[in-house]
C-alpha cells in the first residue's frame, strides 16, 4: 500500500523568515537562507524542519532532537542540543501555530474532497439560489431556494444548506452537514456532520401529553467561529441562538435554543448547555460540561471538564466540581473527604480489642 502525503507543507520559508514572523533574532552563525521544509514533532523532526517544545514532560525529547530550529521558552532554551538552533520566545505554542499556517495552509479550513472548480455533477441549486463568483460545490450537496452564499466558500459531500440560509465568503462547510434556519457569517467552518438550525426541544408538557412549542427562531453564527464535527446548536424558540465572533466549539457539543454566546468563547467536545443561557465573552468550558439553562456565565470565566453548572458563574472566576462552585472550594472539599476517607478506612483495618 502506498504511503499518500495529505497535506504537504508549502515551500518558501526560511530561518530568517521564521525568526522575523516570530519576532526573535538568529543566533550568530545561523544561515538565514537556510530553507525549512516542514514541520514535525521533537521526536521525528529531521535536520531541515521545526519543532517547538514548552513542556517539561518533554525534557528528554528535546535533548535529543534532531530539528534544524526549535522554538522554545526562556526556562528550556538551555537544553537544546548543539545541531539545533533556539529561537526563544515567550510562547512557543502560538508563536509555532502562525509558522504552522504559513507551511501548511491547506489544513487551515477544510476544501472541497472532490477538486471542485465551481458547481461538481451530482450537486443540486435551486435556481432560485443565489452564489457570488468563486463558490465550490462539491457532488450530493443541495442547496434550497432563496439561500445566498459567498464567494470562496465551499460546500462538501452532501451538505444541506436550507430555503433562504445566508453564508457569508471564504467559509467551509463539511461533508454531510445541514444548516437550516440560519445566518452565518465570514470565514466560517462547520465541520462534517453538523447540525445547525434544527427545532430546539420545546414542549408544554401536561397530564394529557405533551405539546409541541413551534421554534421560529434563528440561529446567528457570527464571523470567525469554527464548529466541531457531529455537533448540534438549535435555532431559538422565539429569539436568535448566537455563536459569537471567533468563538471555538469542538465536536459533539449540544448548544440549545435560545443561548447566546459571546466572543473567543472556547467550549470543549462533550459539553451540553441548556436553553436560554449566555455565556459571555472569553468563557472557556472544559470537556463534559453541562449547564442548565436559563443562566449567566461571566466574561471570562472558566469551567473544569465534567463539571455541572447550576446557577450563575461571576466574570473571571474559575469553578469545578458537580455542582460546580469555585475551584479553591471544590479543592477543599476533594481533600476533607480524602481525608475523611483515608482515616474511615485506617479504622477499620485495626485490630479490635479483646
Not at 200 to 226: N, S, Y
Request: with cysteine; net charge neutral.
Amino acid at each position: 500500500m502506498s504511503d499518500p502525503i495529505f497535506i504537504a507543507p508549502k515551500g518558501g520559508l526560511t530561518l530568517g523568515s521564521v525568526a522575523e514572523a516570530c519576532g526573535v533574532p538568529l543566533p550568530e552563525g545561523a544561515d538565514p537562507a537556510q530553507a525549512v521544509t516542514g514541520a514535525a514533532p521533537l521526536e521525528t523532526a529531521g535536520p531541515s524542519e521545526l519543532a517547538y517544545m514548552d513542556n517539561a514532560r518533554y525534557g528528554e525529547a528535546l535533548a535529543a532532537t534532531r530539528a534544524l530550529a526549535c522554538l522554545v521558552s526562556p526556562r528550556f532554551a538551555a537544553r537544546v542540543p548543539a545541531g539545533t538552533i533556539a529561537l526563544v520566545t515567550r510562547d512557543p505554542y502560538r508563536a509555532y501555530a502562525g509558522l504552522l499556517a504559513r507551511l501548511y495552509e491547506e489544513a487551515m479550513r477544510p476544501g472541497s474532497l472532490f477538486a471542485a472548480n465551481g458547481i461538481a455533477p451530482g450537486a443540486h441549486v435551486h435556481p432560485q439560489a443565489r452564489l457570488e463568483d468563486g463558490v465550490r460545490i462539491d457532488p450530493g450537496a443541495v442547496v434550497g431556494p432563496g439561500a445566498e452564499i459567498g464567494s470562496g466558500t465551499v460546500l462538501g459531500p452532501n451538505a444541506v444548506i436550507g430555503p433562504n440560509v445566508r453564508i457569508g465568503r471564504d467559509c467551509s462547510i463539511g461533508a454531510g452537514a445541514t444548516l437550516t434556519h440560519a445566518l452565518v457569517g465570514n470565514r466560517v467552518i462547520v465541520h462534517p456532520g453538523a447540525r445547525i438550525g434544527q427545532d430546539g426541544f420545546g414542549f408544554a408538557m401536561g397530564a394529557g401529553g405533551h405539546l409541541k412549542v413551534p421554534q421560529i427562531g434563528r440561529v446567528i453564527v457570527q464571523d470567525d467561529v469554527e464548529i466541531g464535527a457531529n455537533t448540534t446548536i438549535d435555532r431559538g424558540a422565539s429569539r436568535d441562538t448566537v455563536i459569537g465572533e471567533g468563538t471555538k466549539i469542538d465536536n459533539l457539543v449540544q448548544i440549545a435554543h435560545n443561548v447566546v454566546i459571546g466572543r473567543h468563547c472556547v467550549i470543549v467536545s462533550g459539553v451540553g448547555i441548556s436553553g436560554s443561557t449566555t455565556l459571555e465573552d472569553y468563557v472557556v468550558l472544559g470537556g463534559q460540561v453541562g449547564v442548565v439553562g436559563h443562566l449567566r456565565i461571566g466574561m471570562g470565566a472558566q469551567i473544569a471538564g465534567s463539571s455541572n453548572v447550576n446557577r450563575d458563574v461571576p466574570p473571571g472566576s474559575r469553578w469545578g466540581g458537580t455542582p460546580a462552585k469555585p475551584v479553591r472550594t471544590w479543592f477543599r472539599e476533594m481533600t476533607t473527604l480524602a481525608r475523611l476517607a483515608e482515616r474511615s478506612g485506617s479504622s477499620k483495618d485495626e485490630p479490635e480489642n479483646t
